[in-house]
């Protein structure tokens, strides 16, 4: 179980919640907090000040009044108008994300909700219940409002959840629905959780990308007689790139025993190879720190209060701007374009490996029937395919910018379109890691009975595990995505 506090959350501990369903408790401590600032909001409406958010309209209506009688119907329409998400809902770890880090937001104090708010996030978490939240509607600023919207309307029982695999009304879920007092209907609205949610998410799987594409280029230097003198860790100590020296590491122990490679060892006429096998620990290793460096801006937003007001125990409340997700925005875009590149590294050895113009001595396609058969000729194909859309993907989303709300937000980070356009292209990688892993093993079926290092026997396996050599063409779409599909749940090559 995972005690939360308003601390920070690794993509790990995210990853255990949303994707294996670990319950969640809550630090008396982060309750106490709670309790203190809803203490500040109470003595705003007790003593009829007029404060943005608590007794206001919001945005352009903000300077509207709100009398103490219509307090709870503001909160009730808020939550509703603002539930105009559209398009496919999120997957349900992506949702049970969302609540986690909406959670371990609000126990931070800053958004003055009572903590029966926090209490029912977690009650909806451990009883497996999940919101039916539209993917597309947020432009990333004053939060992911529609988004975030539509999983406080499971919070009062309005709106669709998911309850054990089935589509329910909300007022038909195992949780009581919660009344929501002055406050309490913004502080579920305004935050950065749905970028949060999505972004962690396939950050985890692109981190994982890197080390997956790095077995895949091991066994395709195997596969087509590569040298692994450019692995020698003189090499990159002398760069000193910490990201390059783990991959080299990587690269050396996957190599090691090779008798692939000792085999052509005295007397190659080669010294090095093309870019896409000898700058593997350059380009992978720099995509590593990348992805790493991005990571850490996400974890930071784990425990960062971005509600709007913020409610400080001293009893001020101040209008800012920390849901504005310009921070997620631009790192979701540098992560998709470093992601984009690890494609292309990995499209040009699966041409390496089917190339019968570029290989060492494999047959053209892979196949041993060339001419009456294809072999792996259309599978290269797909990957292009998937790599030109990731390079249409990696244009930056957080250039662009629309007002909205009537001029008000006039500056919007569009940090949800980075995160789904950032998902889909981490999808296309591991689909192409896919292919590779299977051309590159079925280049090493031709340089039997020979084994390769020990690493990339393991890789080797774990492809074999799932699909056959190819002796005949068949169709590979099945193979491809049998091969995706063990990637994309996280079974990935030791």
Not at 305 to 327: K, Q, R, Y
Not at 337 to 349: F, G, K, N, W, Y
Not at 461 to 487: G, H, Q
Request: proline share 4%; hydrophobic share 45%.
């Amino acid at each position: 179980m995972v005690q939360l506090n308003g601390e920070f959350l690794s993509l790990e501990t995210i990853q255990r919640v949303a994707k294996q369903g670990e319950e969640v408790s809550i630090h008396p401590d982060a309750l106490a907090r709670m309790a203190e600032g809803r203490a500040v909001i109470d003595d705003i409406l007790t003593t009829n000040r007029v404060v943005y958010g608590v007794n206001t309209g919001f945005g352009k209506l903000a300077d509207i009044v709100i009398p103490p009688s219509q307090l709870k119907t503001l909160q009730l329409n808020l939550v509703r108008s603002h539930a105009c998400g559209v398009g496919r809902p999120l997957s349900e770890p992506e949702v049970r994300a969302m609540m986690l880090l909406r959670l371990n937001v609000l126990l931070l104090g800053r958004s003055g909700a009572r903590p029966l708010i926090a209490q029912r996030l977690a009650e909806m978490l451990n009883e497996q219940v999940h919101l039916v939240v539209p993917e597309k509607g947020s432009v990333g600023a004053s939060g992911d409002l529609a988004p975030l919207a539509h999983l406080a309307l499971g919070v009062i029982g309005e709106g669709h959840v998911i309850e054990k695999g089935q589509t329910i009304h909300a007022s038909e879920g195992a949780t009581n629905p919660v009344e929501l007092e002055a406050k309490e209907g913004l502080s579920l609205l305004n935050g950065t959780q749905a970028i949060g949610a999505v972004g962690s998410l396939a950050l985890s799987r692109g981190l994982q990308a890197v080390m997956t594409a790095t077995l895949a280029g091991a066994m395709s230097l195997e596969a087509v007689l590569g040298t692994d003198a450019a692995f020698d860790s003189r090499i990159h100590t002398s760069r000193q790139h910490q990201g390059q020296m783990v991959i080299a590491q990587v690269l050396r122990s996957a190599l090691e025993g090779s008798e692939i490679r000792e085999s052509h060892r005295e007397g190659d006429p080669r010294v090095q190879d093309a870019y896409c096998l000898r700058c593997m620990p350059q380009v992978h290793g720099a995509a590593l720190l990348a992805l790493e460096h991005v990571a850490s801006i996400f974890e930071n937003e784990t425990a960062a209060a971005t509600d709007n007001p913020l409610v400080f125990t001293e009893g001020d409340v101040i209008s800012g701007g920390n849901f504005h997700a310009a921070p997620l925005a631009y790192a979701l875009d540098y992560a998709a374009i470093v992601l984009t590149d690890l494609a292309s590294i990995s499209e040009r050895r699966i041409d390496r490996l089917i190339n019968p113009d570029l290989n060492e001595g494999l047959p053209a396609f892979l196949t041993q029937e060339s001419g009456v058969g294809s072999g792996f000729m259309m599978a290269h194909v797909t990957a292009v395919a998937l790599l030109n859309e990731c390079k249409v993907l990696s244009h930056p989303a957080s250039v662009d910018n629309a007002p909205t709300s009537g001029g008000k937000e006039d500056h919007v980070s569009m940090g949800m379109t980075a995160a789904l356009k950032f998902r889909q292209i981490v999808e296309n990688l591991e689909t192409i890691l896919a292919i590779e892993l299977l051309c590159a093993a079925q280049g090493l079926e031709f340089r039997r009975p020979l084994r390769a290092g020990a690493g990339v026997e393991r890789a080797y396996a774990w492809v074999r595990k799932a699909v056959p050599a190819l002796e005949t063409d068949r169709i590979l779409s099945t193979d491809i995505e049998r091969t995706r599909a063990r990637l994309t749940s996280g079974d990935y090559p030791a």
